[in-house]
């Protein structure tokens, strides 16, 4: 499986943009960027995913770098309930590389 | 927007008997769910890929004959921890995808777990 790379923590404060960040130097072109993210004692929570172009929703915003190495999560103004383990994980398209398979993710902490 | 139920949320149970999880999808089918294991401060882990109608796959070092799936149904999976020992004590959690062929990149939906607590 292609692997991710992820710091182990980050801080942030309240009402600050959060930039996490991802390296993926051996992902395929058929892998998508998922990103998943998980509250204490709670199930994961899906964010956002997408494969090559940057993507946006109401949660966060994916950027990809264009040779798709590395990608950020961007979170554009922290709240307290957005501390959480963020979870950076390639998938692939077909049956056997579908599967979701967690690392270690990024455990964000907002400061108020 | 899509939910998946997981009951219970907690259990106690003693050494050597067996536990049920159910995984339902509440507003949405499910043909594949999968179920993954969490110790305290670590990553989830992969167990299981269940799918509606046939066997699950289990993942390699991951006892089939100990965690028993069954999904006979298109919203219901159940994951059964078969005579239960202090070292399977952990949090449980299933998740589900919505859709067939062609929806393999569709997100995940997670449950919020089953902490389950073998004494």
């Known amino acids: 499986d292609a692997k991710t790379t992820q710091p182990n923590s980050m801080e942030s404060n309240e009402e600050e943009p959060v930039h996490l960040p991802c390296n993926h130097s051996?992902?395929?072109?058929?892998?998508?960027i998922h990103w998943y993210r998980q509250l204490p004692s709670q199930g994961p929570e899906y964010v956002i995913h997408?494969?090559?172009s940057n993507v946006n929703n109401r949660m966060a915003s994916l950027a990809i770098a264009e040779d798709r190495k590395s990608s950020t999560l961007i979170l554009h103004r922290a709240t307290l309930r957005d501390a959480a383990v963020y979870y950076c994980?390639?998938?692939?398209?077909?049956?056997?590389?579908?599967?979701?398979?967690f690392g270690t993710g990024t455990l964000l902490a907002v400061q108020p | 927007g899509a939910v998946v139920s997981q009951h219970p949320s907690w259990v106690i149970c003693k050494s050597g008997t067996s536990v049920k999880i159910e995984c339902r999808s509440l507003d949405f089918q499910a043909t594949t769910m999968f179920w993954y294991r969490q110790f305290p401060k670590q990553s989830l882990m992969l167990m299981a890929t269940?799918?509606?109608?046939?066997?699950?796959?289990?993942e390699q070092g991951v006892e089939k004959d100990k965690f028993l799936i069954n999904h006979a149904s298109l919203t219901l999976s159940t994951l059964t921890v078969t005579s239960a020992h202090p070292e399977d004590s952990s949090f449980y959690i299933c998740s589900a995808r919505a859709g067939g062929i062609g929806s393999y990149n569709s997100p995940l939906h997670f449950g919020n777990g089953t902490r389950l607590t073998v004494t």
């Open positions: 997408g494969l090559t």
């Open positions: 269940s799918n509606e109608g046939s066997k699950a796959t289990y």
């Open positions: 994980i390639l998938r692939g398209s077909g049956g056997a590389t579908n599967k979701l398979i």
């Open positions: 051996t992902i395929s072109g058929t892998d998508y």
